[in-house]
């Protein structure tokens, strides 16, 4: 894979996922038109995921703005730990940004991300309704914009991280990829922070101002959707078990989802997961997806 030589003073690329939605229709990329941010040296990539190819894939307006654009897609629903790994092999950039479609953007933000520096991993608080949702600092939700120690431990959802070269030269010399590929939705957020933590890089991690985001555990959904969630989610949690926990944590959490399983059963609540899914991600280490 050649990688593509932005110039030297390219201070921030940024991808946009796009699934099954066109380019305009995108509040992400509605909200990047509409910022009144002096926009240079800043390189767009669009990637558009499926399921069909895009009616239009006319950027000119993201280019009007300043941001050099440029549209690839695939439309089998890639993993999106394998966009994320290709996008930051494809691009020699002193940071990373990383957006879904469906983030409503402001200046405040998009102002941070531009400041933020190569040796630092910026991320952002996360807004539903106007309630803060995100991210987790040792298990309690971050309100306002700080600094981390080394010893502190993050979580987050991967839309909004500015990841600074430093950060991705780092983790790829412990991991060989900066996401981990055995997944393919849930878990490659997770999973990226459970190596920023192991690493001990709490310190070079600040936390910055954010925005509206859509959080599909927060909204009611057809049931269909909510079934593919449920098998995603054991899969998650399954290959996190085998790959990230030890056995004695792996036990205790089967135990507790088994648990609350036989509850929800027989109180005839709906399931959050699929435990026979999470038993079979565990036993064979792969996601289901992995030989299609």
Same mark, same amino acid.
């Given at each position: 894979?050649?990688?593509?030589?932005?110039?030297?003073?390219?201070?921030? %690329?940024? @991808?946009?996922?796009? =699934?099954?939605? +066109?380019? *305009?229709? !995108?509040?992400?990329?509605?909200?990047?038109?509409? /910022?009144?941010?002096?926009?240079?040296?800043?390189?767009?990539?669009?990637?558009?995921?499926?399921?069909?190819?895009?009616?239009?894939?006319?950027?000119?307006?993201?280019?009007?703005?300043?941001?050099?654009?440029?549209?690839?897609?695939?439309?089998?629903?890639?993993?999106?730990?394998?966009?994320?790994?290709?996008?930051?092999?494809?691009?020699?950039?002193?940071?990373?940004?990383?957006?879904?479609?469906? %983030?409503? @953007?402001?200046?405040? =933000?998009?102002? +941070?991300? *531009?400041? !933020?520096?190569?040796?630092?991993?910026?991320?952002? /608080?996360?807004?539903?309704?106007?309630?803060?949702?995100?991210?987790?600092?040792?298990?309690?939700?971050?309100?306002?914009?700080?600094?981390?120690?080394?010893?502190?431990?993050?979580?987050?959802?991967?839309?909004?991280?500015?990841?600074?070269?430093?950060?991705?030269?780092?983790?790829?010399?412990?991991?060989?990829?900066?996401?981990?590929?055995?997944?393919?939705?849930?878990?490659?957020?997770?999973?990226?922070?459970?190596?920023?933590?192991?690493?001990?890089?709490?310190?070079?991690?600040?936390?910055?101002?954010?925005?509206?985001?859509?959080?599909?555990?927060?909204?009611?959904?057809?049931?269909?959707?909510?079934?593919?969630?449920?098998?995603?989610?054991?899969?998650?949690?399954?290959?996190?078990?085998?790959?990230?926990?030890?056995?004695?944590?792996?036990?205790?959490?089967?135990?507790?989802?088994?648990?609350?399983?036989?509850?929800?059963?027989?109180?005839?609540?709906?399931?959050?997961?699929?435990?026979?899914?999470?038993?079979?991600?565990?036993?064979?280490?792969?996601?289901?997806?992995?030989?299609?």
């Amino acid at each position: 894979m050649e990688k593509t030589q932005a110039p030297p003073h390219t201070k921030l %690329t940024i @991808l946009v996922v796009l =699934y099954n939605i +066109e380019i *305009l229709e !995108s509040e992400t990329v509605k909200s990047l038109i509409l /910022t009144s941010l002096g926009i240079q040296s800043v390189k767009l990539l669009i990637w558009n995921n499926g399921p069909d190819y895009l009616k239009v894939s006319d950027v000119e307006p993201l280019k009007k703005v300043g941001f050099d654009a440029e549209v690839i897609e695939t439309i089998g629903n890639e993993s999106l730990a394998v966009i994320y790994n290709h996008f930051i092999h494809r691009y020699s950039s002193e940071n990373y940004l990383i957006l879904d479609h469906d %983030t409503v @953007l402001n200046d405040i =933000y998009l102002a +941070e991300t *531009l400041s !933020s520096k190569s040796s630092e991993l910026s991320v952002p /608080t996360i807004r539903m309704n106007g309630n803060i949702e995100g991210p987790y600092l040792n298990k309690s939700i971050i309100k306002f914009p700080q600094r981390l120690s080394t010893s502190d431990h993050i979580m987050a959802i991967g839309s909004g991280l500015v990841i600074g070269r430093e950060i991705v030269q780092e983790i790829k010399a412990s991991y060989s990829s900066v996401f981990d590929e055995r997944f393919y939705l849930y878990g490659v957020d997770s999973t990226f922070f459970h190596r920023v933590n192991k690493l001990k890089l709490g310190n070079r991690v600040k936390v910055i101002s954010g925005f509206e985001h859509f959080l599909s555990r927060l909204e009611s959904e057809p049931e269909k959707l909510k079934a593919f969630r449920r098998k995603e989610r054991a899969y998650d949690s399954g290959l996190q078990f085998k790959y990230y926990y030890s056995f004695l944590r792996s036990y205790y959490l089967f135990s507790r989802l088994l648990l609350d399983c036989i509850i929800n059963k027989v109180l005839g609540r709906s399931q959050s997961i699929n435990y026979l899914d999470l038993m079979a991600a565990f036993y064979n280490g792969v996601h289901y997806r992995k030989d299609h």
